[in-house]
């Protein structure tokens, strides 16, 4: 056998600087590399040759968030060098740093006419931030996050044909109102209204029922165009929404009026879709927010996962939820596998709304309960021993009391 050595002379030694293929790869997967480095390495590939000096001025993502301290001169000149389309730009201001308003519509306005696809701006100051009408030139957007911003909406604005998800958390409107924003966005599949938003006009479902491609959908309830909510206008959601995946409701401040009864069992299929269920600051004093609850998970078939936090608008008094047989007999037979019930507080309502869901759950998996700090310790006691007497419908769940 021929030596080891011998056999490698007879190959020409190809040193690396020679076969450059970093340098050598396509401007499309330079990008994609860039574009998950955070802005100062890639800045930093200048350095790395001749040929990289400028790679990092086809960054199409730009993401300024409170981990890295940035300076808005420097976030100027960024934007001016960069080439490309700007597809992600992410913006937080933190409450110790001050940005001039006109320094930020300035970066909007650049962006509107670089393809902006997915903006957000988070404001951590108290005082709202007032954005230009730059935003509403940004045709291409896809996604758009505002937090603590006020907004003008022009006469002219034909709203964006293009957008998917849209969230919305302590928006004020000046002008127009954040329903014309919503319904103008055909597309929109993804809705998050905060409660802390203050709307100049109520919400109007019948106008938002227009988008039909809806799967994911976070309101206040107090912010709807009704006086009082019932069962039949919460079924409503499910009637205008067929497609909706995610719900999350906020009771908050909201007026609930009316009761569950059997006549829900000839509509089980109303949330055809609906896998996760998410109702917040729900009233557990009294019985007809409770109802407006139990009415959307009596009829949603394929619901896996229900988280609740429970609120006390007044001392609860010991109530009589309604009969087992015809409770449970509306209630059904549920898919659900994961339950999370926040703040707790071991009224008659409560236990009574987990035991049916115990009795009504047979893939439940996991239920988890938060007991509220008010609670002494000989109340948490009790309400911990009421639970373990619950007969289970799934010999596999496990029940955790926090």
């Known amino acids: 056998m021929e030596p080891f050595h011998g056999h490698i002379k007879h190959h020409q030694y190809i040193s690396a ?61 960024l934007l001016l060098q960069l080439k490309g389309p700007i597809k992600k ?15 930020i519509n300035h970066w909007i306005m650049f962006l509107s006419g670089k393809g902006i696809q997915e903006f957000t701006l988070i404001n951590y100051h108290q005082t709202p931030l007032k954005l230009h009408t730059h935003l509403f030139s940004c045709l291409d957007l896809k996604h758009l996050n505002l937090h603590n911003c006020c907004l ?14 849209l969230d919305l958390f302590r928006v004020t409107f000046e002008s127009g109102s954040c329903c014309q924003l919503i319904i103008q966005c055909p597309l929109l599949e993804n809705l998050k209204v905060s409660y802390h938003n203050y709307l100049s006009g109520n919400l109007k479902l019948v106008e938002i029922a227009k988008l039909k491609n809806l799967r994911v959908l976070s309101l ?33 401040n909201c007026k609930c009026s009316g009761e569950l009864d059997g006549n829900y069992k000839m509509i089980r299929n109303t949330f055809p879709s609906l896998k996760t269920l998410t109702i917040s ?29 429970a609120a006390y608008t007044q001392a609860f ?41 115990l009795a009504g759950s047979p ?9 509220d700090s008010s609670l002494s310790s000989d109340e948490k006691l009790v309400f911990a021993t009421t639970l373990l007497k619950l007969s289970r419908a799934s010999h596999t769940a496990k029940v955790d009391f926090l």
């Not at 937080?92 to 001050?98: A, E, L, Q, R, S």
């Not at 003008?152 to 998800?165: A, D, K, V």
């Not at 010991?318 to 209630?331: E, G, K, M, N």
């Open 17 to 77: 600087s020679e076969v450059d293929v970093i340098s050598k790869m396509p401007e499309n997967v330079v990008t994609h590399i860039l574009d998950r480095l955070s802005i100062q390495d890639a800045v930093g590939t200048s350095i790395l040759s001749k040929s990289w000096r400028f790679k990092w001025t086809m960054l199409t993502q730009l993401v300024f968030d409170t981990k890295k301290y940035y300076d808005e001169r420097n976030l100027s000149r």
């Open 89 to 103: 730009f992410v913006l937080h201001i933190p409450n110790y740093k001050v940005l001039d308003v006109k320094d």
């Open 152 to 165: 003008s909406l022009t006469p002219t604005f034909s709203g964006f044909p293009n957008l998917l998800t």
């Open 220 to 252: 206040p309830l107090c912010k709807l165009d009704y006086m009082v909510i019932t069962v039949p206008i919460i079924l409503q959601f499910g009637i205008h929404f067929p497609r909706l995946q995610e719900l999350s409701l906020d009771f908050q």
């Open 281 to 309: 600051q729900i009233n557990f004093s009294g019985f007809a927010e409770v109802a407006c609850a139990m009415g959307i998970i009596s009829t949603s078939p394929n619901l896996r996962t229900l988280n609740m936090t």
């Open 317 to 357: 008094l010991p109530y009589v939820f309604c009969s087992t047989d015809s409770a449970q007999s509306i209630l059904g037979q549920l898919q659900l596998q994961d339950v999370v019930f926040r703040s707790c507080k071991g009224s008659r309502i409560e236990v009574v709304m987990i035991k049916f869901l």
């Open 363 to 371: 893939l439940l998996k996991k239920m988890v309960i938060h007991s």
